[in-house]
């Protein structure tokens, strides 16, 4: 066989016969990326643009993928992509057959060897054909026993090799090749790989060689290699340089430059970049004060020029610009002089507010301890709310408790509100003049407003594997008032290590893949400071190889009187928290004074906030009392020594700890609680008083309560929960507890009203005042969420009865997406307050059956009879699979060997495993001959492969087998009652029948 053409890919003809197309060849080149259908003028870009519904907009592979549709490198499946699915070596083939194909390239195959299993009777005579051009051109080699293996998932160390091969790589010798596991490649790949990695098209650290390569890796690795091929047709830039009076510049090519080449073509074929900025993204007012146009063309030279530097060099806000075309520069330097001003000031979400000045501020003249504190410098900023709310105190942000971080440019000051406070409004902003440049240059005082109305929800902006942990982050582009609801990896939940407190922008579980791994990640629920509710997220991360260094104490700090934490830098081994504790305490001695304290006297807890084992805290009791009477002879502070013994701890990955040996100076807690805030409960039945640390209340007549100036009795069922003592109280004296009622409440402390776990008593406080409105606590119309008994059924009991707008399915949402159709919905009593909601049959394909996994239900606008709008309000739901999987072909290997292919993955251990199970589950007919097993039954080899039954007939007894499988036409019907499950173990559909391939 031959393909009749021109030149082809560049790895088969000497670079002398590349050749320069001038203004097309970039338009040529993308044009012939692979696609379906080949012709002689290359492979056309599809009109294929979709958007995918299992393709997350912020996976890395998102836009090469869309790329490669565009392309015509590969296909979708309506609206789904299956980005994880592998790519099988015959799917690479025929793609790359088609491309040389287009590429117009003369391929002699008449004396090429076929593939054993790929013969010229192959079924699909298309791969055949491919498969003898790609071993002709070297690209394919086959196994030892000369097979070609068609329908295995290619590896991504034979992948490497494809690329190499077909798009012509080569190997850059002032490269270096850093994949660290590259000795875990076959030997013959590992040059493959490092070629790879020289020229980028992969990026990764560990390039694991062994594993298979995906529908979204393929698409990116190809992209990539694409681009590459492209770029070495391409004349290299060898220079770029100014003139003196910096209005021209000069670019010197490798190669003789035609004279009608185009300012176009520069900026489509090259990287060209202003002040490390690409064309692409430069202002406009840049480019007009730019105004590149080429001047001359002279051989290898080709001269811009450009004007008004004057334009240019304000534009820029700086003091030069460099130029930078194909990776060749030149920089012109000119005198700027620039008067220090704020730019600009503009919120980003509701927690954040973002300061713009026109050049670096020195970071000590509006940060306290930048990276620690991180507070705002005293007197230098003034936000204040216009007008100040009444109703909801958090929105009056005060510039005293937020937080600031500056960019690594010194221009950009973005500003964190501290606490539950939050933007949403108008506010005033103010500047001192005491903000400095790093030069010591004032800017003057600078006003302004800037409005927030946030109504862009949070998205995922990095999800991270930390293998000391073994921990999963997930980082948002903004602060979250509410945590994730629903995290899953690898479609299982998982539970989120507790410690997130809003304000937060991570968060972090407990990792469940397998080590060396490609794992997805799934979140819903996660809410900002505007109520916004999260963008769905689903992505992956690469789970590392375990650890092999010894495990290290990375801190030792006091955080009680008798208390000091040790946190190592990996989690500690334990079956359970109390096996991680033993073996601390084991290992560890505790010294004050020269001797050893007795370990009767120690003991050793896990943070119960740190599920990840690395944080414990050791208590010293030293026998006496109170806790920390291990201060003697009046001393408040006393040096303890630490030390834990070589050798008997051991991290999550085996490795020990070695000596650690420190000394702490302790020093005792004398201070009293102190009196944080004062308000009034969430429902308006009490005054609640917080208090710096947990109390216990001593005596609860020390508090005096009074309403606009008089006294009211505090009640006997008042209480105390950690650190918010809940006040009830009488204003009629009669005994009877009262809700708040409107006015202005103060609150005296007096000595000894409560006292700390080190039974240090508060002292007399005073001039604690809050106004109170019962505006503030009105009754609006909430709303609960549970499960019900039946599977995939949900209740929402609304807090009184609701109009027929609880029965809108368009008023609930399921994992941030409409109810799936047929969604039935009922109140379920004549109340009207609860309403069922009955997800339907074939809606669900995630849960295991009768386990289920979690989903966010939400609901919305939903009114009561008064008018009022539901809050909005999301909850975890629990859903199981109730979609059967249904048959999408199947093929006849060889003379015995059936694959069938469903369109979900099966659960292995449900495939059947003889003659009469096989018959049972399938109507396999060849011609009008139907399957039947016969007396003396034959045996069956079978098995599951995610999405495959592969059955292999390994004696046919006196069966009909060989009439069947001889016969023109086969077909296959899946029978009612089909015993093979989907991996959630629900049943495959019955009455699918389709035509085996041969």
Known sequence: ?????????????????????????????????????????????QDNHTTFSDVNPADVHAPNIQKAVDLGLVNGYGDEFRPYNNVTRGQVALILSRWIESEGTTVDTSDTEEFADVPSSYYDEELYEASLVLRELGIFTGTEENNFNPNSPISRQAMAKVLVEAFGLEDLEDVDATVTDIEDAQEWAQDYINILVENGVTVVDEYRPLEYVTRAQFSTF?????????????????????????DMFTVEFDEEIPEDVTLEWVLENYDVEVNGTPVSEIPEEVLEALALEISNVDGMTVTFSHTDLDDLSDALGGESVELSVGGASDVYTFEVIVEPMVESVMAVNAKQVVVNFNTAVDEDTVIVDAGTDNSLVADTFSISRVPASATTPALNVDADNATGVLSEDGKTLTITAGGAEYFDGTYSLTVADTVETVSGDEFPAFSSTFTVDDTTAPTVSSVDY?????????????????????????????????????????????????????????????????????????????????????????????VDSNVARL??????????????????????????DGNVIDDLDISVTRVATDTTNRSFDVSINAGAAPAYGFYDNGSTTEDVTFLLADGEIEDIFGNENGVFNRTVTMTQDLTGPEVVSIGASTDGTTLDVTFDEDVTIEDLSAFVVRQDGVNIDVLASSSVDDNVVSLVLDPDSDTVADDLTDGTYSVRVEEGAVADVHTNENELITGLTFTYSEDDVASPLTATI???????????????????????AANYTLDGAALPAGTDIYFATAAR??????????????????????????????????GDVVSEFYDTVTIEDNTSSDLLSASLVGNNTLVFTFDEALEEGTEPTDFDELVEDFT??????????????????????????????????????????????????????????????????????????K
């Open 1 to 45: 066989m031959q393909l009749q053409g021109g030149n082809f890919l560049m790895a088969y003809q000497p670079k002398s016969y590349r050749k320069f197309l001038a203004g097309t060849v970039t338009t040529a080149l993308v044009a012939s990326a692979v696609a379906p259908v080949a012709g002689a003028e290359g492979l056309q870009a």
């Open 222 to 246: 190809a992209i990539r290699a694409l681009t590459v091929y492209e770029e070495s047709l391409l004349p290299a830039v060898t220079s770029v340089e100014f003139n003196a009076e910096g």
């Open 466 to 558: 930390e293998v000391a942990t073994n921990t999963v982050t997930v980082t948002y582009s903004e602060p979250l008032e509410a945590a994730p609801t629903t995290v899953r990896q690898n479609g299982q939940p998982v539970s989120l290590i507790a410690g997130f407190t809003p304000g937060d922008t991570e968060v972090s579980f407990l990792n469940t893949a397998t080590s060396g791994t490609t794992s997805t990640v799934y979140t819903a629920g996660a809410v900002d400071y505007n109520g916004n509710n999260q963008t769905l997220f689903n992505g992956n991360v690469f789970i590392d190889q375990a650890s092999t260094e010894a495990l290290t104490v990375t801190s030792l700090a006091q």
């Open 567 to 592: 946190v190592f830098d990996k989690a500690v081994a334990g079956a359970t928290a109390n096996d991680a504790e033993a073996a601390v305490a084991a290992a560890l001695s505790v010294i004050e």
């Open 786 to 808: 549970a499960d019900e008994a039946a599977a995939n059924t949900f209740s929402v009991t609304f807090s009184e009865e609701v109009t027929n707008s609880g029965l809108n």
């Open 833 to 866: 307050e609860e309403v069922i909601i009955e997800l339907p049959e074939d809606s669900v394909n995630i849960g295991v059956v009768g386990t289920g996994t979690t989903a966010v239900l939400g609901v919305k606008n939903v009114v009561d009879l008064d």
């Open 924 to 997: 396999i007919t060849g011609g009008s001959t139907v399957l039947d097993e016969g007396t003396n039954t034959g045996t069956i080899a079978s098995s599951i492969d995610g999405n495959q039954l592969v059955v292999t007939v390994t004696s046919e007894g006196d069966s009909n087998w060989s009439t069947v499988r001889s016969a023109n036409t086969i077909t296959v019907l899946t029978n009612d009652g089909i015993t093979i499950q989907d991996d959630n173990e629900y049943e495959v559909s019955g009455g699918v029948q389709v035509t085996v391939s």
